[in-house]
């Protein structure tokens, strides 16, 4: 089942800060964050594993509720290079990735 | 490091043709995935394999599409025949682990289109 991301796009001036989340109706064992730029493929950001546990990846970093089977991914201070569709992939141990519909952002000068 | 190699980058072809993608993964890796991207449906997982051996082809749309893995150097998808509705961006993915902790290296993608 395809998790949900919220928002589906977002704005932002260089330097503002920007949360995506991404949220599971069904226990999960973890998830995964990719970048992808347009006409590019997806890039490896960072895995969260199932114990809760936050990441860090510059200035961007992630968390996993296990509870709530939500992540959510952190960008601060945000760059003109962060521009691009974000997508969580997650996992049910069942050794498969189920992707999000993505998160478009967008930093302007 | 080489990264995944597909080919061809753009394939362009009339209706009921046969169309082959190709793929490399990384050297070393076991595992291969197929994804197909489209605006309506995202990023959806078609197929993948571990030491060349099919695990889970539930995502394959339906009986015109094949996937193979001769060696652990080199997949193929293949449609035949080709319908306009699978026009999309075919992505091969490899990992040296399934999906959990270890991440999956994608290639740039065939962008396809069946006039």
């Known amino acids: 089942q395809q998790p949900v991301q919220s928002p589906q796009a977002v704005i932002l001036r260089e330097g503002e800060d920007a949360v995506i989340n991404c949220s599971s109706s069904k226990a999960l064992y973890s998830v995964h964050w990719y970048r992808q730029k347009h006409g590019e493929a997806p890039v490896f950001l960072m895995i969260?594993?199932?114990?809760?546990e936050q990441k860090g990846h510059e200035k961007i970093s992630a968390s996993f509720n296990e509870k709530k089977q939500q992540s959510s991914l952190y960008l601060t201070a945000s760059q003109l290079s962060y521009s691009g569709t974000y997508f969580c992939?997650?996992?049910?141990?069942?050794?498969?990735?189920?992707f999000g519909k993505g998160t478009l952002l967008t930093v302007n000068p | 490091d080489a990264g995944v190699i597909q080919s061809p980058r753009h394939e362009v072809t009339e209706m009921g043709q046969e169309v082959t993608l190709r793929c490399k993964p990384i050297?070393?890796?076991?595992?291969l995935f197929w994804y197909r991207q489209t605006m309506m449906r995202g990023l959806e997982l078609l197929i993948y394999f571990n030491n060349n051996v099919p695990i889970d082809d539930s995502g394959m749309p339906e009986d015109r599409f094949s996937a193979k893995m001769p060696n652990a150097s080199f997949s193929t998808l293949k449609i035949q025949p080709s319908e306009p509705r699978d026009s999309a961006v075919y992505f091969c993915a490899s990992s040296s682990q399934a999906a959990g902790n270890q991440p999956q290296h994608f290639g740039d993608g065939t962008r396809l289109s069946i006039l």
């Open positions: 992939g997650t996992e049910r141990r069942n050794y498969k990735l189920t």
């Open positions: 969260l594993l199932k114990g809760g």
């Open positions: 050297s070393g890796h076991d595992y």
